[in-house]
C-alpha cells in the first residue's frame, strides 16, 4: 500500500495559515494497520501484535512542535484528559466527534515532515510511535490484561535502552544497563526493512511514562 499523505491545505505557507490545523488521519491509521499491525501485514512486526486489540486514533497536525530545543514530528499519548469536568466534556466532544469514541491512544504526526520525509523515515518514525503504544506488565513480566473484558492494559511504554555512552565505553556493553546489549547486537546485524535517518524527534520521549 502506498503510503498516506497529509491533506494539501496543512502543507507549507497554506498550513502555517489554516485555522484548522488539525486533521483525523483516517487513511493512516488503516494504513499502519495493514503495513505493521494486521496477521498477514508485509512489514509485520510480531511487538505491535497487542494494538489489534486497541483503537488508535491518528492526526495530522500542521503546528511546529519542539521539545528541550528540538523539532518533534511525531507523538503518542493515552487518550486520557487532567481537568475540570467541563474542560474534559469538551475535550471528549472533540476527540468523539473525529473518531466516533475516544481511543486508547493518540498518535500525532507533524504534516510538513511526513510529506516530505523519506519512505523508509516515514515508516520508522510510525514504528517509534507505535512501540510508544504498549501494553502493561505484571510483577513478573508478562503482559496484563483486564480481568473482566479480557482486553490488554494499555500503557505508555518506554525506550528498552537506557544508558550513558561513556559507560559502555568504560565497562563495556555486558555490564550496561537494560537491553543495551541486545540493542548493540541488533545494529550489527543488516536491518530487517532497510536504513532509515530520522531526523526529527519524538514527543512522547522523556515524558512521565505510566507505571507496570
Keep these: ?17 489554516t485555522a484548522s490545523p488539525v486533521a483525523p488521519a483516517i487513511d493512516l491509521e ?26 488508535l486514533g491518528v492526526l495530522w497536525c500542521s ?11 511525531g507523538m503518542c499519548e493515552e487518550a486520557t484528559f487532567i481537568g475540570n ?6 475535550w471528549a466532544m472533540q476527540i468523539a466527534g473525529w473518531f466516533g469514541s475516544i481511543p486508547d491512544f493518540l498518535l500525532t504526526f507533524h504534516a510538513d515532515y511526513a510529506d516530505q520525509c523519506s519512505d523508509a523515515a516515514f515508516c520508522a518514525l510510525v514504528e517509534h510511535e507505535l ?6 506488565k505484571d510483577r513478573w513480566g508478562a503482559p496484563r490484561f483486564n480481568s473482566q473484558t479480557g482486553r ?26 537494560g537491553q543495551t546489549a541486545a540493542l548493540v547486537e541488533a545494529a550489527r546485524r543488516t536491518p530487517f526493512v532497510c536504513e532509515a535517518d530520522i531526523a526529527g524527534a519524538c514527543g512522547t520521549c522523556g515524558r512521565a511514562l505510566t507505571g507496570p
Excluded at 6 to 15: E, I, S, T, V, Y
Excluded at 63 to 73: K, L
Excluded at 85 to 90: F, G, L
Design 30 to 55: 488503516a494504513w499502519m494497520r495493514a503495513t505493521f499491525i494486521d496477521e498477514d501485514a508485509p512489514l509485520l512486526n510480531e511487538d505491535h501484535a497487542h494494538l489489534r486489540d486497541a483503537s
Design 1 to 17: 500500500m502506498q503510503r498516506p499523505r497529509p491533506p494539501a491545505d496543512l502543507l507549507g505557507q497554506a498550513g502555517a495559515d
Design 63 to 73: 503546528i511546529p512542535n519542539e521539545r528541550q530545543g528540538n523539532g518533534v514530528v
Design 131 to 136: 512501540y510508544h503504544a504498549g501494553q502493561k
Design 152 to 177: 490488554p492494559v494499555f500503557g505508555i511504554r518506554g525506550h528498552d535502552v537506557e544508558e550513558f555512552v561513556g559507560i559502555v565505553e568504560r565497562y563495556g556493553v555486558g555490564n550496561a544497563a
Design 85 to 90: 469536568r467541563w474542560a474534559k466534556a469538551r
